[in-house]
């Protein structure tokens, strides 16, 4: 049984990717971490990065390279300041030297140092080996990016070891069954889990800090334009459509912000329209290698807070922090199940790991904080992933942009009408379980060919015609 936090499934990082841009930032963090165990970090006098199938393969449009060396410099992706990027990384292509772990340099190059190789390996298809060179010996460690920023190596459990769970979950049905069994909504089932890990007060804190930083997210968007990094000339549309949406309405914080979306008209078309705007925004933040929240993905990151703030303008506008919490809690054990039961790695399950993902873990939340029963939050889950079932990941140039950026305006949607249709019906009239959705899209993922797989080698990705300036 892995243990995995609600906050494992919801983690503050940088964009556009979770697996090619947030997971080899982690695996370098670890190697360092490693090294300094092994105690030989102060004797490395070189370093050089492989990176392997999907992660070399759409990796320079993730920005693999450059996330590997933010983490072999020691840079945190939760604290950095996204506007240094830039100068971080013209310095160590200028100066042909990394600070390695912040302590002490090496003579480091882009171009030769980090070497893009198209074979896969059998455990995972985002693998990435680190090697340290020590004279005339050498030290290699092999990671794994499997999706959401989870970085292992092989056969390696991802587990948040803590004392014994109080209610250790598998899959939806144990959590349905411990929902009945003691008169809980999954909420309250999920926090009494978190508490084996911190006080109550610590988590309704670090939710609320997650949502912070999505909030944050859906501003910035709000309130750019331009056209996106990365050679596609992708035009940002957030900030157009938010302009027609807003008017000319005045504010001067965030708060009188949320009250003017809140009370702007609610008719079908601007419901859509809203809710569309949040996941672009959102999106267009990471794709030009803003701070989101993985949920579960980098790719995925908007679907999540279009949903929220659809609910907290659009469906109760008073809601309160507690609702917030709540949403968070029951988005990311659904994530979690998903995790556990099948994958959440487009590399590994094409986009229905990330964006059915994403919408499953939003419809449920939805469906909590609207009052729904468990079995009607599972239910909202199970219908959000079903209509996700075989979406492929087939980025154009191995850039988060087409098709993901409009990927999650329909994720969104998807949500909301999985929730309603839930919310309204019995659930004990359903004909399929969310685990039995889980296990189909596992099927379906397995079945898939590869080139369907975030390797930019199939679908759009190959029939829209670009030319990418040369790295």
Avoid at 80 to 97: A, L, N, P, Y
């Amino acid at each position: 049984m892995e243990n995995i936090s609600v906050f494992d499934m919801l983690k503050i990082g940088v964009g556009p990717s979770s697996s090619h841009t947030l997971g080899p930032w982690k695996a370098a963090e670890r190697w360092i971490s490693e090294l300094k165990d092994e105690g030989v970090f102060s004797s490395v006098e070189k370093i050089r990065v492989d990176l392997y199938g999907s992660l070399s393969l759409t990796g320079r449009g993730h920005y693999t390279d450059v996330a590997t060396i933010l983490g072999l410099c020691g840079y945190d992706p939760r604290t950095i300041s996204t506007k240094d990027i830039d100068s971080i990384i013209d310095e160590v292509k200028e100066k042909g030297e990394i600070t390695f772990g912040d302590e002490h340099t090496l003579a480091f190059s882009m171009k030769t140092d980090i070497v893009f190789n198209r074979e896969f390996f059998d455990f995972h298809p985002n693998a990435m080996k680190l090697t340290a060179f020590f004279g005339d010996n050498q030290s290699e460690a092999i990671f794994y990016s499997i999706g959401g920023g989870f970085v292992i190596k092989e056969n390696e459990k991802i587990s948040n070891q803590v004392a014994k769970l109080h209610f250790p979950i598998k899959n939806a049905a144990e959590l349905l069954k411990y929902c009945e069994e003691n008169g809980a909504s999954i909420s309250e089932i999920v926090m009494k889990n978190e508490l084996s890990w911190q006080a109550k007060e610590e988590v309704e804190q670090d939710a609320l800090k997650i949502w912070a930083v999505m909030q944050d997210c859906v501003f910035e968007g709000c309130h750019t334009e331009g056209i996106l990094p990365g050679g596609l000339n992708v035009k940002r549309r957030a900030g157009i459509l938010y302009k027609t949406l807003i008017g000319d309405s005045h504010y001067e914080s965030r708060s009188e912000w949320m009250s003017i979306i809140a009370k702007k008209e609610s008719n079908n078309q601007n419901i859509f329209a809203w809710v569309s705007l949040f996941a672009l925004a959102v999106n267009e933040v990471n794709a030009s290698l803003g701070r989101v929240v993985t949920s579960p993905t980098n790719g995925s990151s908007g679907v999540i807070p279009a949903v929220l703030m659809y609910y907290l303008t659009g469906v109760d506008k008073n809601a309160t922090s507690d609702d917030i919490v709540k949403f968070l809690l029951v988005a990311g054990e659904i994530g979690s199940i998903f995790k556990k039961g099948a994958t959440i790695s487009a590399a590994m399950g094409g986009c229905q790991a990330e964006i059915g993902v994403s919408s499953a873990m939003a419809a449920a939340a939805l469906t909590e904080v609207r009052g729904g029963t468990p079995a009607q939050v599972l239910e909202a889950a199970e219908i959000a992933m079903e209509h996700h079932l075989g979406l492929t990941c087939d980025p154009i140039g191995g850039l988060v942009q087409i098709p993901c950026i409009e990927r999650n305006t329909m994720g969104a949607i998807k949500a909301i009408t999985a929730s309603e249709l839930a919310i309204n019906f019995d659930p004990s009239d359903s004909r399929v379980s969310l685990d039995e959705v889980v296990k189909t899209m596992f099927d379906t993922a397995k079945d898939m060919h590869s080139k369907y797989k975030e390797t930019s080698e199939g679908g759009l990705a190959i029939n829209v015609p670009v030319s990418l300036p040369a790295c």
